[in-house]
């Protein structure tokens, strides 16, 4: 199943990358590698066997890998940060759908009120059980 996952994710990476007739072998090869390090990244993130190897590939390439558990009652994330000294960007990559329970949970949707300009506010409005009607928010339609 991850692997199928993993393959899913390198062909939807590879279509829908823009395609430039201008690029040169060598941003070729650049684009080819961060897809190729996006797509490791990706399996490393999950746990099992596939999730080890990825892992352990990345470290032996010089990839420092950091796994985070963010727990949310019954919901949460599993994520990783890794980085690379002299390497000027970071992976980042988030466990998704996983098993008919997260299925489950994917598919549970609500409405959330959007609005504010701070992280507070954000954080208040979404906390908001009633919203207003669409278009009377504000001057900008927040």
């Known amino acids: 199943m991850k692997q199928i996952l993993v393959l899913l994710l390198t062909v939807s990476v590879l279509l829908g990358s823009p395609v430039s007739g201008a690029a040169g072998p060598q941003e ?3 684009l080819a590698a961060r897809i ?3 797509v490791g990244a990706s399996a490393a993130a999950y746990s099992g066997r596939l999730g080890e190897l990825a892992s352990y590939y990345l470290e032996q390439n010089g990839w420092q890998i950091d796994h985070y558990i963010q727990a949310h009652g019954r919901n949460g994330a599993r994520y990783l940060i890794a980085r690379r000294e002299g390497v000027p960007y970071y992976l980042v990559a988030i466990v998704g759908t996983e098993n008919k ?3 489950k949970t994917d598919l549970r ?3 959330v009120y959007f609005a504010g300009s701070t992280p507070e506010e954000f954080a208040a409005n979404a906390a ?3 919203t207003p009607p669409h278009g009377t ?3 900008q339609g927040l």
Request: proline residues 6%; hydrophobic residues 20%.
């Open 109 to 111: 949707v609500g409405k």
């Open 137 to 139: 928010e504000g001057p």
């Open 101 to 103: 329970w997260d299925v």
């Open 28 to 30: 070729d090869y650049e």
């Open 128 to 130: 908001k059980k009633k």
């Open 36 to 38: 190729y390090l996006s």
